[in-house]
Protein backbone atom coordinates (compact mmCIF):
# COMPACT_ATOMS: atom_id res chain seq x y z
CA UNK A 1 0.00 0.00 0.00
CA UNK A 2 1.11 3.56 -0.80
CA UNK A 3 0.03 6.58 0.59
CA UNK A 4 -0.18 10.20 -0.89
CA UNK A 5 -0.57 13.62 0.55
CA UNK A 6 -0.45 16.32 -1.03
CA UNK A 7 0.23 19.92 -0.04
CA UNK A 8 1.18 23.47 -1.52
CA UNK A 9 -2.00 24.35 -3.30
CA UNK A 10 -3.17 27.72 -3.01
CA UNK A 11 -4.18 31.33 -4.93
CA UNK A 12 -2.03 33.79 -6.95
CA UNK A 13 -2.13 35.99 -9.36
CA UNK A 14 -1.12 35.05 -12.76
CA UNK A 15 2.32 35.55 -13.70
CA UNK A 16 2.65 33.95 -10.06
CA UNK A 17 4.24 30.31 -8.72
CA UNK A 18 3.33 27.30 -6.43
CA UNK A 19 5.49 24.06 -5.35
CA UNK A 20 3.33 21.59 -4.70
CA UNK A 21 4.52 18.55 -2.71
CA UNK A 22 2.97 14.94 -2.32
CA UNK A 23 4.93 13.23 0.77
CA UNK A 24 4.90 9.59 -0.03
CA UNK A 25 4.52 6.53 2.86
CA UNK A 26 4.48 2.75 2.42
CA UNK A 27 6.45 0.80 0.17
CA UNK A 28 7.49 2.75 -2.92
CA UNK A 29 9.97 1.53 -5.64
CA UNK A 30 12.16 2.72 -8.20
CA UNK A 31 10.51 1.39 -10.61
CA UNK A 32 6.95 3.26 -9.72
CA UNK A 33 6.01 6.85 -11.84
CA UNK A 34 4.70 9.30 -10.01
CA UNK A 35 2.10 11.97 -12.04
CA UNK A 36 0.90 14.73 -11.18
CA UNK A 37 -2.90 15.02 -12.88
CA UNK A 38 -5.39 17.74 -12.70
CA UNK A 39 -9.08 18.33 -12.96
CA UNK A 40 -10.90 21.61 -13.33
CA UNK A 41 -14.99 21.97 -12.82
CA UNK A 42 -16.85 20.08 -15.55
CA UNK A 43 -13.68 18.87 -17.12
CA UNK A 44 -12.04 15.62 -17.31
CA UNK A 45 -8.83 14.82 -15.41
CA UNK A 46 -6.11 15.68 -16.85
CA UNK A 47 -2.19 14.66 -17.57
CA UNK A 48 -0.06 17.49 -16.15
CA UNK A 49 3.11 15.58 -15.57
CA UNK A 50 5.63 12.65 -14.66
CA UNK A 51 8.41 11.51 -12.91
CA UNK A 52 10.30 8.33 -12.54
CA UNK A 53 11.26 7.63 -9.49
CA UNK A 54 14.88 5.57 -9.82
CA UNK A 55 16.42 8.10 -12.80
CA UNK A 56 14.14 10.88 -12.78
CA UNK A 57 13.22 11.32 -16.43
CA UNK A 58 9.88 13.31 -17.18
CA UNK A 59 7.35 14.17 -19.23
CA UNK A 60 4.85 17.30 -19.67
CA UNK A 61 1.56 17.92 -20.78
CA UNK A 62 2.02 20.58 -23.93
CA UNK A 63 0.26 22.92 -21.96
CA UNK A 64 2.50 23.18 -19.09
CA UNK A 65 5.88 22.33 -20.84
CA UNK A 66 8.22 24.84 -20.05
CA UNK A 67 6.19 25.97 -17.29
CA UNK A 68 5.95 23.04 -14.73
CA UNK A 69 9.07 21.00 -13.31
CA UNK A 70 8.76 17.73 -11.36
CA UNK A 71 11.35 16.97 -9.39
CA UNK A 72 12.15 14.38 -6.58
CA UNK A 73 13.63 13.85 -3.27
CA UNK A 74 13.99 10.29 -2.39
CA UNK A 75 15.48 10.88 0.84
CA UNK A 76 12.33 12.52 1.92
CA UNK A 77 10.01 10.13 -0.51
CA UNK A 78 8.75 13.50 -1.74
CA UNK A 79 7.93 14.41 -5.52
CA UNK A 80 7.47 17.94 -5.70
CA UNK A 81 5.52 20.04 -8.91
CA UNK A 82 7.14 23.30 -9.44
CA UNK A 83 4.42 25.34 -11.52
CA UNK A 84 5.37 29.07 -12.48
CA UNK A 85 4.08 31.48 -15.02
CA UNK A 86 0.75 30.31 -13.92
CA UNK A 87 -2.17 30.96 -16.07
CA UNK A 88 -5.86 31.38 -15.14
CA UNK A 89 -6.37 28.36 -16.57
CA UNK A 90 -4.01 26.46 -14.60
CA UNK A 91 -6.86 26.42 -12.10
CA UNK A 92 -7.82 22.94 -10.64
CA UNK A 93 -7.27 20.55 -8.23
CA UNK A 94 -3.95 18.83 -8.32
CA UNK A 95 -3.98 14.83 -7.70
CA UNK A 96 -0.63 13.49 -7.58
CA UNK A 97 -0.37 9.66 -8.11
CA UNK A 98 1.27 6.58 -8.33
CA UNK A 99 1.70 3.58 -11.01
CA UNK A 100 2.97 0.74 -10.25
CA UNK A 101 3.42 -1.32 -13.55
CA UNK A 102 4.39 0.27 -16.53
CA UNK A 103 8.17 0.60 -17.38
CA UNK A 104 7.09 4.01 -19.17
CA UNK A 105 5.65 6.84 -18.23
CA UNK A 106 1.78 6.46 -18.35
CA UNK A 107 -0.17 9.48 -18.95
CA UNK A 108 -4.07 7.60 -18.36
CA UNK A 109 -5.42 8.50 -15.26
CA UNK A 110 -7.10 5.46 -15.12
CA UNK A 111 -3.64 3.02 -15.29
CA UNK A 112 -2.68 4.81 -12.05
CA UNK A 113 -2.84 2.96 -9.05
CA UNK A 114 -2.93 4.83 -5.71
CA UNK A 115 -3.87 8.55 -5.54
CA UNK A 116 -3.50 11.54 -3.30
CA UNK A 117 -6.50 13.72 -1.65
CA UNK A 118 -6.29 16.95 -3.86
CA UNK A 119 -4.92 20.20 -3.16
CA UNK A 120 -6.43 23.10 -5.31
CA UNK A 121 -4.53 25.79 -7.37
CA UNK A 122 -6.68 29.18 -8.16
CA UNK A 123 -5.52 31.38 -10.62
CA UNK A 124 -6.89 34.65 -10.79
CA UNK A 125 -6.35 36.84 -13.65
Known amino acids: QVQLVESGGGSVQAGGSLRLSCAAS????????MGWFRQAPGKEREFVGAIKWSVGNTLYANSVKGRFTASRDSAKNTVYLQMNSLKPEDTAVYYCAAETQETAIVTTWTRYDYWGQGTQVTVSS
Open 26 to 33: GRIFNTYT
